[in-house]
Nanobody, 121 residues
Framework: QIQLVESGGGLVQPGGSLRLSCAAS????????MGWYRQTPGKERELVAG???????NYADSVKGRFTISRDNAKNTVYLQMNSLKPEDTAVYYC???????????????WGQGTQVTVSS
């Protein structure tokens, strides 16, 4: 079984910083892309940042200049450095990975368990 395990969420005051991490494990052949989504009650899950093999990166307009996504391929881990946090960043953050399985060589989407980020004074 392939799984994604997230960590790094918590409570922070406006203007503060948090760093999220997400590690993938299991029978992985390769990871084409990893990213972060977030969701608040009553709203659809939205893309925050994503990175694919080859280095292409994209961010939601609302986080450009404040968030940085990075990836450690050797550890199958993706990070999200969040700076200058705002109350509107409060959400459950979910890790996402597009993974090619080791034996079948098929592409599947996997999700982390979610980690709560709360920005409040």
């Amino acid at each position: 079984q392939i799984q994604l395990v997230e960590s790094g969420g918590g409570l922070v005051q406006p203007g503060g910083s948090l760093r999220l991490s997400c590690a993938a494990s299991g029978r992985i052949f390769s990871i084409n892309g990893m990213g972060w989504y977030r969701q608040t009650p009553g709203k659809e899950r939205e893309l925050v940042a994503g990175i694919i093999s080859g280095g292409s990166i994209n961010y939601a307009d609302s986080v450009k200049g404040r968030f940085t996504i990075s990836r450690d391929n050797a550890k199958n881990t993706v990070y999200l450095q969040m700076n200058s946090l705002k109350p509107e960043d409060t959400a459950v953050y979910y890790c996402n990975a597009q993974i090619i399985t080791q034996y079948e060589r098929l592409l599947y989407t996997y999700w982390g368990q979610g980690t709560q980020v709360t920005v409040s004074s």
